[in-house]
């Protein structure tokens, strides 16, 4: 039985692969150079993650995570609070290094489609499961027509933020703006929203 792993050196690699991947996207993210950041040797890294793809996607999740909007939040969130969560996660989603993050990530596709596949089947899909599990609590709760499709409406309000901050130019309010267009697309799905 070897040494246990040091959560420190765990950490520095997360935070050396995610600096190079928003800086550089997956090219500018090379085993080599994320050890280089990280003060770190190779085996490090080599011990720890089956491949790029996989050490890449945990420090893609682990940022997420640390802003708090974690599937475990999906999953508590009370279905009267759950157009609150949404509108309040705009603070975080409007963030610079959000909108480059997703940008890496969409744009990745063509050439590191295994970066995506892992992201998507071991963090994304759990999250949109969560997402639509909310949906139907709300629609249990009433908070929305019976009669709506929920898996197209957690599809609707997602792409239309990806549009959002990765298609349009970035305002000098972002947070104000996604707000706003928050809003527009939960009233715009049938959530009641006052004011």
Known sequence: MGRPRSPTVDQAILQAALELFIEHGVAGASIEKIARRAGVAKTSIYRRWSSREALLAQAIEVFRNATGYTTDLLDRTPPRDFVKLLIEACEIIARPEIRKLMARLVGSMPDYPMLIEVYRETYFLPRRLAFVRALQRVQAAGLLPRNMDL??????????LMYHLLMLPADENPVGELRKQMVRLLRQAGFEIPG
Not at 151 to 160: K, N, P, T
């Open 151 to 160: 898996e197209i409406l957690a599809d609707m309000l997602s792409g239309a």
